[in-house]
């Protein structure tokens, strides 16, 4: 503890403080709309508060002590898009069941080194595609909202234009403070709905259908790791550390697995805001930048127990402000998510077929669009490259 003591620094604690507050405050529309999707009571959702705060304050406590290394972990945020879109006729103990299948498989792909085979397997254009379709529907909806809320969805959509100019770091707390006053002037916040007690746990007990595992299990796992592991990975990499890759998994999958009937849907590597706490202004010397992270999984944990007062607030506000700040805060990654889909000739129609599929929301056989546009990209892939001889285009000059 002194040792720790001795390496925190003003700078760690703000950046701790920040990476935290971007991370909570970016994505917890969507987390808060993917729960009622499945039809989850307030009690449940404030649980998922608790479940995911819980999971990524011990877990980053605990990997960035064990690797002395800034490890940030924090819920899936493409994966919230995949179970908000997948929730059609999905109950949630069947949901339950397919967070637990997610687990399993990060788990695996951690302790037997399933990782880096299994994302080379799927081209990673189809991996960008398949979430650019999932979280383009959000954004849709975003936009949508505007034509019963034209000032309150006008107003954010500005605020978020703005703050991309002025303040980029803080432009999504910036939008929801923006769309909360808008709201509280046209007298659409519901404060009747506020509630502070303190949050609790709801086990949920899962249940196991095959649509669920393929419609949102299997997807949620492969959009999490393609989005988030990857990503993560590259930004510890990039920062200069070299820490072991496979446990970071294994603990994700771990925590997956313990904290599932909570609401604990997804854990994983951040990706944005892990630079947050990697970079020098957390701390000038690399060697005690983990106390930022370390700061960070503290706030988490506040955060956890104040999940009942999190979810009274997002029950308070309007649905329009809701889905117009989880709309907003997508469209960084569904704009990177189309570049990296189209950017390779010989992936490109197929991606596109990957992506119109997963938008459209299509459900054949019980399973959702995600799992439907994977299937589509990949035969498409198949049938243009299968066997067949480059084409002049394709070759590199020597």
């Known amino acids: 503890m002194r040792q720790i003591a001795r390496d925190t620094s003003l700078t760690a604690i703000s950046s701790g403080f920040v990476a935290t507050l971007v991370g909570f405050t970016s994505t917890i529309a969507l987390i808060f709309h993917a729960a009622q999707s499945l039809g989850a009571t307030p009690a449940q959702v404030t649980s998922w508060v608790l479940a995911l705060g819980l999971g990524m304050g011990l877990a980053t406590l605990g990997l960035s002590l064990w690797a002395r290394a800034p490890i940030l972990i ?7 898009a995949v179970i908000a879109s997948a929730a059609a006729g999905v109950s949630l103990p069947e949901a339950t069941g397919a967070f637990l299948l997610c687990g399993v498989l990060m788990w695996l792909s951690g302790v037997t080194g399933w990782f880096e085979r299994v994302m080379n397997r799927i081209p990673v254009a189809l991996a960008s595609a398949l979430l650019a379709g999932i979280l383009a529907k959000f954004a849709l909806m975003a936009f949508a909202a505007a034509t019963p809320q034209p000032v ?30 808008i709201a509280a002037v046209q007298g659409q916040l519901h404060t009747a709905a506020l509630r502070w007690e303190p949050a609790l746990p709801v086990w949920v007990t899962p249940q196991w259908s095959w649509q669920a595992m393929l419609g949102m299990g299997l997807p949620l796992f492969i959009v999490t790791m393609a989005s988030q592991a990857v990503p ?17 998994m294994s603990w994700s999958g771990v925590t997956t697995v313990l904290l599932a009937p909570f609401g604990g849907y997804a854990f994983n590597l951040a990706a ?8 020098p202004h957390a701390h000038p010397d690399p060697h005690k930048r983990y106390t930022a992270a370390l700061v960070a999984g503290l706030f988490y944990l506040v955060m956890a127990l104040l999940g009942g007062a999190v979810a ?5 506000f309007p649905t329009a402000l809701i889905m117009g700040v989880a709309g907003l805060a997508l469209l960084g990654t569904i704009a990177n998510g189309l570049a990296a889909s189209l950017q390779e000739a010989r992936y490109r ?18 399973v959702g669009s995600a799992f439907w546009g994977l299937v589509a990209g990949t035969l498409t892939l198949f049938v243009e490259h299968f066997r ?3 084409s002049t285009t394709d070759r590199t000059p020597s």
């Not at 002025?166 to 910036?174: E, N, S, V």
């Not at 944005?272 to 970079?279: D, R």
């Not at 009274?312 to 308070?316: D, R």
Request: overall charge positive; proline content about 7%; glycine content about 12%.
């Open 74 to 80: 924090t819920w899936s945020t493409p994966g919230a």
């Open 152 to 181: 309150l969805v006008i107003g954010m959509l500005l605020t978020y234009l703005l703050g991309k100019r002025l303040w980029p770091r803080y432009a999504i707390p910036g939008v929801l403070l923006a769309g909360v006053l």
């Open 232 to 248: 993560g990975v590259s930004a510890i990499r990039v920062f200069g550390y070299r820490t072991p890759v496979s446990p970071l």
């Open 272 to 279: 944005i805001t892990a630079t947050i706490v990697l970079q």
């Open 312 to 316: 009274g607030v997002l029950t308070a």
């Open 349 to 366: 129609e197929a991606a596109v077929i990957t992506f119109l599929v997963t938008l459209s929301g299509v459900t054949l056989m019980g």
């Open 388 to 390: 067949a001889r480059p």
